[in-house]
């Protein structure tokens, strides 16, 4: 079964840091573009980061340059996002999404709050 998991989020002060993981199970995840978006109540889904599956270059939203770090582990079919200096305006539900055309998966999302 093609599977998409994100964990690692959670609640974390101003400041702080969290690591998301976006674990594939049914595929690999070394022929994918890998994208983490994010959805906060009442918003669109925006998208934050990405990285290709080519030659693992990077992409960030302006409103995360300098905080926010995704990478790749092959070997463990995961993709992470490394998160620091958050933010109450980074609170959403994140989403990884993996993509080699045609074929789009998403997970279900790992809330991430950012509250004092």
């Known amino acids: 079964q093609v599977q998409l998991v994100e964990s690692g989020g959670g609640l974390v002060q101003p400041g702080g840091s969290l690591r998301l993981s976006c674990a594939a199970s049914?595929?690999?995840?070394?022929?994918?573009?890998i994208g983490w978006f994010r959805q906060a109540p009442g918003k669109e889904r925006e998208g934050v980061s990405c990285?290709?599956?080519?030659?693992?270059?990077?992409n960030y939203a302006d409103s995360v340059k300098g905080r926010f770090t995704i990478s790749r582990d092959n070997a463990k079919n995961t993709v992470y996002l490394q998160m620091n200096s958050l933010k109450p305006e980074d609170t959403a539900v994140y989403y990884c999404?993996?993509?080699?055309?045609?074929?789009?998966?998403w997970g279900q999302g790992t809330q991430v709050t950012v509250s004092s």
């Open positions: 990285i290709s599956s080519s030659d693992g270059s990077t």
């Open positions: 999404n993996a993509h080699q055309y045609p074929l789009v998966y």
């Open positions: 049914g595929f690999t995840l070394d022929y994918y573009a």
